[in-house]
């Protein structure tokens, strides 16, 4: 997105989110993709998931930072986005629940205003519920690492567009 307008970059050092991204990642963290995600109405629901960054072998980890910048409006039954908080800590796997909708204790974010910022740990288990509204929900998702951390494949800007003035 960057190559598209420049000034998608201020996503990267969002003044509110910047100090979080310091504090969990360390003040040389680094970009690692980023998308512009829509949920359709009639969509049929992502299925519980994270990618890493919990428990492994007794230690916890955080490897990637995942910050959804929401761009549209989002209240109950319009395909909400939806978290189990603090299930980064847990050390079973999602696989055996992914079907499932509903799990104890998730929160569900079904309040939400055009501009409000989620943060979040990527091992925290999360998910997108099924739309059944006539509306899109839409997301700009970009996911930050650690130093060491590489950006991904199809996602790093042209040459053009880091020499901008
Ligand atoms: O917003 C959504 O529906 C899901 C996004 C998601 O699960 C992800 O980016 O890992």
Avoid at 145 to 165: C, E, F, H, M
């Amino acid at each position: 997105m960057f190559d598209v307008d420049a000034r998608f970059a201020r996503f990267l050092d969002h003044p509110v989110v910047e100090p979080f991204l310091i504090a969990f990642l360390g003040a040389d963290y680094r970009h690692i993709d980023n998308d512009l995600y829509y949920t359709y109405p009639g969509y049929k629901g992502g299925g519980w998931h994270r990618p890493t960054g919990h428990v492994i072998d007794g230690k916890f980890i955080c490897p990637m930072v995942k910050v959804f910048y929401c761009i549209t409006d989002v209240g109950p039954n319009e395909g909400e986005f939806e978290v189990i908080p603090g299930s980064h800590r847990a050390q079973f796997s999602p696989a055996d629940y992914h079907k499932r909708l509903d799990l104890p204790a998730q929160h569900i974010f079904d309040d939400v205003n055009a501009g409000d910022i989620i943060l979040f740990n990527e091992g925290l288990i999360h998910n997108g519920l099924p739309n059944p509204s006539q509306k899109t929900r839409k997301t700009i998702i970009v996911n930050f690492g650690r130093r060491d951390a590489g950006v991904w494949q199809g996602y790093k800007p042209l040459s053009q567009t880091l020499n901008l003035d």
